[in-house]
């Protein structure tokens, strides 16, 4: 079965840090650029983070940049978004998709998406 399952979301107080896990089950991550997506109580879904299938390039909303660290392991397919110095305004579910054939830009405006997660809730409070 093709399926993405996030992990490792929580409640964390302000200035904590939490490590999200997406990993993929039933096809190869190798191939496939993924983005982390997030999604806070009464808005629209926001790109957060994505990274490359070829060379590794990655992108970072200008929310999170300096705090989320995106990567990705390959051998055990499995990328992970290390998030630093979390806010309250970080409270939100976050998706992580995968995608081939497509680019980065792309992602963003949530087309050439094969698959998504079903979520992991984060919540940030004291």
């Known amino acids: 079965q093709v399926q993405l399952v996030e992990s490792g979301g929580g409640l964390v107080q302000p200035g904590g840090s939490l490590r999200l896990s997406c990993a993929a089950s039933g096809f190869t991550l190798d191939y496939y650029i993924i983005g982390w997506f997030r999604q806070a109580p009464g808005k629209e879904r926001e790109g957060v983070s994505c990274i490359s299938s070829s060379d590794g390039s990655t992108y970072y909303a200008d929310s999170v940049k300096g705090r989320f660290t995106i990567s990705r392991d390959n051998a055990k397919n499995t990328v992970y978004l290390q998030m630093n110095s979390l806010k309250p305004e970080d409270t939100a579910v976050y998706y992580c998709?995968?995608?081939?054939?497509?680019?980065?830009?792309?992602?963003?405006?949530?087309?050439?998406?094969?698959?998504w997660g079903k979520g992991t809730l984060v919540t940030v409070s004291s």
């Open positions: 998709a995968a995608g081939r054939h497509t680019t980065i830009q792309v992602m963003l405006y949530y087309y050439g998406i094969n698959y």
